[in-house]
């Protein structure tokens, strides 16, 4: 990780293309249309060639690793406070099932918490 390695997308911030799950579409039982939808940000994130893909909300994350999943897509998908929280070293053991292998077993060990 490390901002050296941050691969933003195009376009991006308010120009940026959804997910395709958001506004409810991802318990809307259409599961081809969605992942149809989806397919132009499958194609932004693939164009970036990143090996993770963080996502901010529920939807995003769900619809992001759903598309990774049945594409065998290359990315993990993961959320962005599950990296805020294990660069924190507060991250359980239970909470690294969306991490990389090159990720999973990061402990973050802050002196000052010892004390």
């Known amino acids: 990780m490390g901002e050296e390695n941050f691969v933003d997308m195009t376009p991006n911030r308010s120009n940026n293309f959804c997910c395709g799950g958001g506004g409810g579409y991802l318990q809307s039982g259409f599961q081809e249309q969605r992942r149809a939808y989806g397919q132009t940000k499958a194609n932004q994130i693939l164009t970036t060639k990143a090996s993770y893909c963080i996502t901010p909300c529920h939807n995003c994350h769900a619809q992001v690793h759903d ?13 962005l406070w599950t990296l805020l929280n294990l660069s924190l070293g507060i991250l359980g053991p239970n909470e690294r099932e969306y991490l990389g292998d090159d990720l999973k077993d990061v ?9």
């Open 67 to 79: 598309m990774a999943e049945v594409n065998d897509h290359a990315w993990q998908t993961t959320h």
């Open 107 to 115: 402990d973050v060990f802050h002196p000052e918490s010892a004390m």
